[in-house]
């Protein structure tokens, strides 16, 4: 476990570790997870392993500092990994991030450029979303006032999330699940999708085989994004078909997968 200090206040953001050669490769969670829980079976895959590997996760989730003073916007987030990574001596990382961290991923390739050389996206939130109050995930989550959910209505979305992610989300501090929940369906300016088709790196889109045709695909694939799906899987592909995750992945990250 390494860690650095990331903002003013001393908070830390914590990390697993695996040695191996450069360039880094970097795994970051989506909303309510944790990297080491979500990451560590394919970052030892025989077709991922030996690259130095930083499992890392973010503020307010799994080992990393919980600050209730925090916005917790995408920019925030971008920025105090962009300070972790710096403080690890990280550059031109190969970036693997899913869900709300796919969506943290692609801010921080915006703004901070020199931290990433290649970006794999697992499924990540590319465009708004309408909060909607009982359902799953982000939507159910920022569906709710701030006040009320710190009140009580985390235990509805506990209810809802099931066993599997409320191992970790209960790791999450609330507000940091809501605001980041918040955040992340309001989406950023320019849009996460648009920020995808501008970034001049290599860059692969991951989705479950069984959602269908990934909306806009054309357009990214016109820009140079791979978008590849990934069968036997549900969102969170890396856990559903490690396997098949691998494969694409170190595909994306070799170039064996461009055009």
Known sequence: MRSAVVTSADDRMRWVELPGQEPSRVYVHGLGATSPAYFAEVAVHPLLTGRRSLLIDLLGHGHSDRPTDLDYTLESHADALATALTAAGVADAEVVAHSMGGSVALVLAARHPHLVSRLVLVDANLDPIEPRRGAGGSSGIAAWPEQEFLAGGWQDVRDRVGPHWWSTMRLAGREAL?????????????????????????????????????????????????VVPIPDCGHNIMLDNPDAFARATSAALTGAGER
């Open 178 to 226: 809501h605001r980041s929940a918040v955040h992340l369906v309001r989406g950023t300016t320019p849009t996460l999708r648009e920020l995808l088709l501008r970034l001049p790196i290599p860059r692969t889109y991951l989705l479950p085989a069984a959602d269908g045709p990934l909306p806009g695909a054309e357009a990214l694939t016109a820009a140079g994004v791979n």
